[in-house]
């Protein structure tokens, strides 16, 4: 019984240290969002505002947590009348001026490795006055502790409540894609504190 014991032990060990919790800090000056809708005879692009916030979780995956937070203040067009159209009528950022992704959960089919990973995040998102769950895949590069994720994400902004800006001689879809290109570090609390 005793050998069973420590064969077990042995076995299970490995798993427990790799279940270290981690966390993973998004650089804000190398993540992008941009949003991509049709309208008639013409395809849109706006780049959202700045993106920030953290994860936690283990290189497991299950459960996770933290904040990401988007400020669409900047969100833009690159056409001024269009880009005020934009904030006062449908984003409505004098009064909604951040949406926040609030994660609960990390699915990891296998366990976070150096290259590339496929993963998905779950949580809730606060978007204009209203939260509604929400998954995001992505593909996560790990190098070292350097991260880099890409992934898209479908937005049908009409239900979420948003106003739909078509009219007569214009026709705009109901939804954006959005494409993600974040970069972070990744840490953890084993990790020896950088020297002063």
Do not use: C
């Not at 995956?61 to 904040?67: C, L, N, V, Y």
Request: hydrophobic share 45%; aromatic share 4%; net charge positive.
């Amino acid at each position: 019984m005793a050998r069973a014991l420590a064969v077990a032990a042995a076995l299970l060990l490995p798993a427990a240290l790799g279940a270290e919790p981690r966390s993973f800090v998004i650089d804000p000056a190398r993540t992008t969002l941009v949003a991509h809708f049709g309208a008639t005879l013409q395809r849109v692009e706006a780049r959202l505002g700045s993106a920030e916030g953290s994860l936690h979780f283990d290189d497991h995956g299950g459960t996770a947590s933290g904040d990401i937070v988007l400020d669409l203040t900047g969100a833009e067009t690159g056409v001024g009348r269009r880009d005020r159209k934009m904030h006062e009528k449908i984003l409505e950022t004098p009064r909604y001026p951040r949406a926040v992704l609030h994660l609960d959960r990390l699915d990891l089919p296998v366990p976070l490795h150096p290259g590339a990973n496929r993963l998905q995040l779950h949580g809730a998102l606060d978007f204009h006055g209203r939260t509604r769950p929400l998954a995001i895949p992505l593909v996560a590069e790990v190098v070292g502790d350097a991260v880099t994720a890409t992934g898209k994400l479908v937005v049908p902004y009409v239900e979420w409540g948003l106003r739909d800006p078509s009219y007569v001689l214009l026709r705009v879809a109901k939804s954006v894609t959005v494409d993600i290109q974040a970069a972070g570090r990744l840490s953890s609390p084993s990790a020896a504190a950088p020297s002063r």
